[in-house]
């Protein structure tokens, strides 16, 4: 009996030496990304090169599929199956993320940023690492920082100006409090409503318009019920590629440097891809027939001026040290 346990183990020790050395790969671990955009959006472009980097770079261990068109549920339903970790990465924005971590309120008060160069001053430098990492007691790690561009309004009814040109319209907004205030201090009806019912809720009459970036103004055809565009730029709400924390931890210290490294160099890809979309789109708006509508610098202080009491209210007074930080940056 001995001996025969002794022959067992040799062939077994034997076969597993062949196997090894036969160089059959192990089956690659898969994991999801949930992206509510659709094809060719430029978050979904950048999400599609943080996989191929991913899996580039381990060899094709490590492979990442997204899931876009928000076929894993809309951004709520992701943000909270990405918390549970039955989805393992996300790419979604501060505005959806402040209803678990209402300090991201923060980066998306209104008429915070000068410009573009200002905001990823900040999100690239010791403040954005902060927001990265401010929701891992949430089940949640940021990786980079991806462009969103700046929201601006839009209509079904008339050219807007000025805040008096916003008053009575029945505007589509993501549903946070500080999105909410927003338009109301401007004299609009503030509408939550799922991003893709936007265009049959204004077809319909349900609202009236809505407030997001050129590229999902157009690759949502919402050109074509809601016109009348202003640029005001109200808001920058930056997007963030997060990963679940038991998912993260569960990688290696080597992987884990590979997927942020990959997050990182996905993240400048997807900022030089938002800004040659954002060009083209608004140009494609304009030939479509949009009325664009581009406030003066006395008529953009007036929407200055009409959200300041936003900054006062006991919510968002909170965040005032980091909002000075932020207007701080140069």
Known sequence: MFFMRKRLWRALFLFLMVFAASGVAAAPRVFKLADNHPDGYPTVLGDLKFAQLVKERTKGDIVIEVYNNAVLGDEKTAIEQTQMGDIHFIRVGTNPLAAINPVMNALSMPYLYRDRDHAFKVLDGPIGDEFLNSITRDGLLGLCWFDSGSRNFYNSKREVYTPADMKGLKIRVQETPLMMDLVSSLGASPTPMAYNEIYTGVQNGVIEGAENNWPSYMTQSHNEVAPFFTVDGHTRSPEMILVNVDTWN???????????QAALEAATFQR???????????????????????PTPEQYQQFMDAVQPIYKQPAYAAYADIIQRVRDVK
């Open 272 to 294: 030089e891809e938002w800004v040659r979309q954002e060009t083209d789109y608004e140009k494609q708006a304009i030939a479509k027939g949009a009325k664009i509508a581009r």
């Open 250 to 260: 569960k990688f290696t210290s080597e992987e884990q440097k590979i997927i942020k």
